[in-house]
């Protein structure tokens, strides 16, 4: 289901049935919509933090080393941001020992 922020002159009447639908979910439950389109906008941010990064071309000729490459990709962002964010709020990290 989309959730696009509609803009301030649009009109109730035109358009789709789930068009409609979804203006009046944007004008009668804003906080659960926008809610929601700030999933969609928080994903979006990454997807392009990654691209940026790392690139937005995959390698791999075959479709298992892309989905492995991507996922690669994927982990080495999250271990960025744990970095980053180590340095920037001065959190120490704290590692399991192993069992006998």
């Not at 979910?25 to 906008?41: I, P, T």
């Amino acid at each position: 289901m989309p959730f696009i922020p509609f803009k301030s002159n649009t009109q109730p009447d035109r358009g789709t049935d789930i068009w409609s639908k979804m203006f009046y979910f944007y004008n009668y439950k804003r906080d659960e919509f926008m809610a929601h389109y700030h999933k969609r906008s928080n994903v979006e941010s990454v997807f392009q933090m990654i691209k940026s990064k790392f690139g937005e071309k995959l390698r791999s000729k075959n479709e298992t080393a892309q989905i492995n490459e991507a996922l690669t990709k994927v982990l080495a962002h999250n271990l960025c941001v744990v970095i980053q964010s180590m340095y920037e709020l001065n959190v120490t990290p704290e590692f399991w020992s192993e069992a006998a």
